[in-house]
């Protein structure tokens, strides 16, 4: 067995069964938002994979529907999202301080001052949805595996030839709690 270095995350990806476990967004959800252009992820051969981010964008996407909150309003909103700062922020995060995605469904903030959340929420004429982001990375276990990059070989089993995925990664961080 040849050792690999860790792959950036930036390169990192998940494939489809791997997001809808993470996420709880069924398969064919997943293709759906495919379909209609909310969350495009690449393509390997007809698989779907996933970079951090768009796990991430998918875990909002749920969170803000569990808020009441329709596709239609959701859309454009994502469009404001910058996956570099998304990401930057939740990574930078040291477990002290938070990373919140506020919206009033027109505009968007990510913010992690709570000055600045207080004052979103005080001075907006609308009510405010928020969704801790960092929660939802450090819940989904983003960045904690090394996993498949897009055009590295198997080793035959279905699996990464690095080990464990992501997914069980998760589940057995989740089961020592």
Same mark, same amino acid.
């Given at each position: 067995?040849?050792?690999?270095?860790?792959?950036?995350?930036?390169?990192?990806?998940?494939?489809?069964? %791997? *997001?809808?476990? $993470? #996420?709880?967004?069924?398969?064919?959800? @997943?293709?759906?938002?495919? !379909?209609?252009?909310?969350?495009?992820?690449?393509?390997?051969?007809?698989?779907?994979?996933?970079?951090?981010?768009?796990?991430?964008?998918?875990?909002?996407?749920?969170?803000?529907?569990?808020?009441?909150?329709?596709?239609?309003?959701?859309?454009?909103?994502?469009?404001?999202?910058?996956?570099?700062?998304?990401?930057?922020?939740?990574?930078?995060?040291?477990?002290?301080? %938070? *990373?919140?995605? $506020? #919206?009033?469904?027109?505009?968007?903030? @990510?913010?992690?001052?709570? !000055?600045?959340?207080?004052?979103?929420?005080?001075?907006?004429?609308?009510?405010?949805?928020?969704?801790?982001?960092?929660?939802?990375?450090?819940?989904?276990?983003?960045?904690?595996?090394?996993?498949?990059?897009?055009?590295?070989?198997?080793?035959?089993?279905?699996?990464?030839?690095?080990?464990?995925?992501?997914?069980?990664?998760?589940?057995?961080?989740?089961?020592?709690?």
């Amino acid at each position: 067995m040849i050792d690999r270095m860790p792959i950036p995350e930036s390169t990192m990806t998940y494939n489809s069964l %791997d *997001v809808a476990e $993470l #996420t709880g967004v069924s398969l064919r959800q @997943l293709q759906w938002w495919d !379909e209609q252009g909310l969350v495009t992820p690449m393509q390997a051969g007809h698989r779907r994979m996933y970079t951090a981010f768009e796990v991430l964008q998918i875990s909002l996407i749920m969170g803000l529907r569990g808020k009441g909150m329709s596709l239609q309003k959701i859309r454009p909103l994502l469009n404001h999202l910058n996956p570099r700062q998304v990401l930057e922020a939740v990574r930078l995060d040291d477990g002290d301080r %938070d *990373v919140y995605f $506020l #919206t009033d469904g027109k505009a968007v903030y @990510l913010e992690e001052a709570t !000055e600045r959340i207080v004052g979103i929420l005080r001075d907006s004429e609308r009510p405010i949805s928020a969704i801790c982001v960092s929660d939802l990375y450090r819940d989904l276990g983003l960045g904690e595996s090394p996993r498949k990059p897009v055009g590295v070989a198997d080793t035959g089993s279905g699996r990464p030839a690095a080990g464990e995925t992501a997914v069980q990664a998760v589940a057995e961080a989740r089961a020592v709690k």
